[in-house]
């Protein structure tokens, strides 16, 4: 059965269609620029990559070639070929706990949610729609990243602020990057070879969180209401003192949009920094004995050894760390400095092993208390199988 798996933003669709339940990736791509001058699309096919430049209008029209396309690679023969499509959705808010199909009332929700997601909800909407009328007689499904965490306890999700705010404005944690850590939870239990287990799930990428998982549910996650909570990442803050806001606001007479850009995007290992957002750029600046990328790192992997041990408090002990997306499967020294944070816990790094990038791999010795493994994620299959599962 061929499923589409798609990620809408609001000027970009990525693609990758699957024959399930093999789980085989048939074809992929991108469109870029939609909407806007110079856009082009690249598509991946056996092994081969090709860029086409031509005028995408909107999304409708992206999926248009993209139906061309597929076609003419012979991936599908006619339209109904495609059972399922599978939308990624940032925020699913506390209404969804699961992928579900798509329909008026699912649309009117994400949409009531956009002021949470202000960026990602409309786009996935749109995505959906251009979707619907490109392939009206596929199964719509929407994959939530916020689903995964449903499962945290009022305790752990509500924050210590009035009481009615969580009903009235929704104020409340979501946490994010679901998807990803349901999805190498759920690898780690197939390596330890069995379901109840205490896992610490670690998503670091420019966006990072970190999970703890208990017999495969979530029961509590380092993001916030929004993406900006927990773990220090590349342009972000993760947590502070929430009263730095109205104080620096104040002093620098900033505008809200303004305070939400520096803590979005001029803040985290860039802040600190002050070169870059990128961890290899921190890493050629340690190198280079840079003492503001020095600090930015050990800053940064406090943070995560906090947040390791917390949830190993919380969990009761842990079977497994995981590290996955773009620093945790590529970066070999915050892995390292990690682990190394973690001694207190019988940790015990080795150090050969660890020497590799985006493989999977067990990354701790055999007398290491905790093993950790590097497992990388892969969201877009746990989308196509959501959605095949909702087919079938
Ligand atoms: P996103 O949150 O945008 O999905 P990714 O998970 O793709 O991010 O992670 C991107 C980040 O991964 C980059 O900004 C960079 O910091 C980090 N990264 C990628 N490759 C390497 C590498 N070889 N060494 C260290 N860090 C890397």
């Known amino acids: 059965m061929k499923i589409l798996s798609v990620n809408a933003g609001s000027s970009s669709l990525k693609f990758q269609m699957y024959e399930m339940p093999e789980e085989q990736v048939l074809i992929s791509g991108v469109f870029e620029r939609i909407g806007i001058d110079g856009s082009f699309y690249t598509i991946k096919y056996n092994e081969e990559k090709i860029k086409k430049e031509i005028e995408l209008k909107n999304h409708k029209e992206a999926f248009n070639i ?198 979005n995007k001029e803040s985290g290992l860039l802040g600190i920094s002050g070169i870059s957002s990128d961890s290899r750029d921190i890493e050629d600046g340690i190198n280079k004995g840079n003492e503001d990328c020095i600090l930015a790192q050990k800053m940064y992997v406090r943070r995560i050894v906090d947040y390791i041990a917390k949830y190993y408090v919380e969990l009761g002990g842990c079977d497994a760390i995981v590290f996955t997306a773009g620093v945790g499967e590529n970066s070999i020294s915050t892995r390292r400095e990690v682990l190394d944070g973690l001694e207190v816990l019988g940790v015990i790094v080795d150090e050969e092993a660890n020497n590799v990038r985006e493989k999977e791999t067990k990354i701790t010795k055999e007398e290491s208390k905790i093993p950790a493994y590097i497992i990388p994620t892969d969201e877009e299959l746990m989308i196509a199988r959501d959605t095949y599962n909702l087919c079938i």
């Open 66 to 263: 993209l139906i061309k396309e597929l076609k003419d690679y012979g991936v599908v023969e006619n339209l109904n070929d495609i059972k399922g499509v599978g939308h990624r959705v940032v925020q699913g808010g506390s209404y969804f706990d699961k992928t579900v199909v798509v329909d008026d009332e699912v649309i009117a929700k994400i949409d009531e949610l956009s002021s949470l997601a202000p960026l990602h909800n409309p786009a996935a909407i749109t995505g959906i729609k251009a979707s619907q009328e490109v392939m009206p007689s596929a199964l719509q499904t929407v994959v939530f990243d916020t689903a995964f965490h449903q499962t945290m306890a009022e305790e752990t999700y509500l924050y210590a602020l009035p009481r009615e705010w969580a009903e009235k404005y929704k104020i409340r944690r979501y946490g994010a990057h679901g998807t990803s850590h349901k999805y190498v939870s759920a690898r780690a239990n197939e390596i330890l070879g069995r379901v109840n287990t205490k896992l610490i799930t670690c998503h670091i990428g420019n966006g990072a969180s970190i999970s703890a998982v208990k017999d495969g549910k979530c029961i509590n996650t380092s993001m916030g209401l929004t993406p900006n909570a927990g773990l220090i990442m590349g342009s972000r803050c993760g947590d502070i003192d929430a009263t730095i806001v109205p104080y620096i606001m104040n002093t620098l007479k900033l505008k809200p949009s303004e305070i939400d850009t520096i803590l």
